[in-house]
């Protein structure tokens, strides 16, 4: 069974890319680009990975943290990785305390996010 990742980000470019990448290494992958999109997903599918970026909406808020707190509130088990250009010390206690395994800082190469899956053993079957 391939694990399964849910991509949360606005920029399209960067979805699809990071999609493509993990699809040729076996992962089987959905992409949103809202956090109402994302819950609705969470809340009937389950995922093995959410991989989020902190801002997505245009409003500059990190609803990234929303779609962590739903997840955590439901005791979902998923496994966590954040992506953001914008992290400050703050947020990525933030992320790491609602429960995310990794905070990446954008831009990263997509080897570093294939060795950030691997170290918290998410790799496909």
Do not use: W
Not at 82 to 94: I, R
Not at 99 to 116: D, E, H, N, W, Y
Request: with cysteine; net charge negative; aromatic share 4%.
């Amino acid at each position: 069974m391939c694990s399964r990742i849910l991509i949360i980000d606005d920029e399209l470019a960067l979805m699809t890319a990071l999609r493509d990448y993990l699809e040729q290494r076996g992962f089987i992958c959905e992409c949103v680009h809202e956090v109402a999109e994302a819950q609705a997903l969470l809340a009937n599918v389950q995922f093995d990975v959410v991989l989020t970026d902190i801002y997505i909406s245009p409003l500059q808020e990190a609803d990234g943290l929303r779609v962590l707190s739903f997840i955590r509130e439901r005791a979902l088990n998923v496994r966590l990785v954040v992506m953001t250009a914008h992290s400050t010390p703050e947020l990525k206690a933030e992320a790491l305390r609602l429960g995310a395994a990794v905070v990446l800082q954008k831009p990263t190469s997509l080897a570093v996010l294939a060795t950030a899956l691997t170290a918290i053993a998410v790799v496909p079957a």
